[in-house]
């Protein structure tokens, strides 16, 4: 939860370059978690299965 409170506030910061890799970021970690957690039948790597485990354990996620 700490990276991706990181990462809001980043995106609200005034400095468009930590903007814009702050938007990478969530990108990329969106992607993982489409590809790998919601599409996929079962997470199969070990950092899919606990990725998937701290966004059950983390409800405001």
Known sequence: MHIIGSLEYGLKGLDMNISSQCASA?????VFCFNN???????????????????????NF
Do not use: Y
């Open 37 to 59: 957690i919601i599409m996929g039948e079962a997470p199969t790597s070990p950092a899919a299965i606990k990725l998937a485990r701290h966004i059950a354990d983390c409800s």
């Open 26 to 30: 969530v990108d990329n970690l969106a």
